[in-house]
């Protein structure tokens, strides 16, 4: 089975041409302000083995700001773990019958921002958009074939979530595609795999689905394609003069 890793698209200087994020006026807030932009760090799906949380849920109210740098409104928009669907793409996946959305939860977009000399007034209306909350599928990460590298000190790992058991170890260095354990994939199109933070993967069915529709907003990255450098390795091995740890899951 072919994997996707879900990408923003990139203008070539620093703005994604659509991007979704909280609505800056938020942070200001005290924190105990309920307007204020809380996560739950402490929200179900916990690993069954650890109890760490797997997934981290926004809480209500859902307002957001939407950045575009390039004219368009995308009907999907990926920024870390947050996805967003628009209501023409959420039409669209429930009538494809595709898994791995549990829950659809609309946003109030308060402000739209434009990069890159894109007019607003030329701009089509605005259309309304749901955070997705993506299914924990049980896809584990296949250390091995991406030769990931972590940064030590290296923990022992959680056996179901791949989350050190160690909370002082070092994270995820580098690696060369992100590979899943096909046997631990529970066949959903679109998910959160265990052992990487950050990414939202999806198989060949949602991305012909994507494709069919013509929709727009998303890169699908073939997922071995996707590689990660981000030299803490190189980092440590300067600092403390020994090598960075390779893990070995023998
Ligand atoms: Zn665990």
Known sequence: MNFYVVSDKWTPNVWPENEISTYLKDYDRDINDPLFPNFDDHHEPFCPVCHHCLRTYPLPPLRREIHLAKPYFGDIIVGGTGLYFSEHAMNLYKDAGLTGIEA??????????????????????????????????????????????????????????????????????????????????NKNNIFLPLGIWSKVMADQVFKNWYDENNLTGIELRPSSSVNENYGFYENEVEEYGQEGLRYDLD
């Open 104 to 185: 659809f939860r609309k946003i109030e977009i308060l402000k739209v921002v434009t990069h890159n000399g894109v007019r607003k007034g030329k701009l089509p209306p605005c259309p309304s958009y749901y955070w997705c909350d993506l299914v924990v599928d049980g896809a584990k990460m296949d250390y091995k074939k991406s030769k990931a590298v972590f940064c030590p000190p290296v923990s022992p790992l959680c056996g179901f979530c791949m989350i050190p058991l160690n909370h002082d170890a070092g994270t995820i260095d580098k690696y060369t595609g992100v590979y899943l354990e096909e046997s631990t994939w």
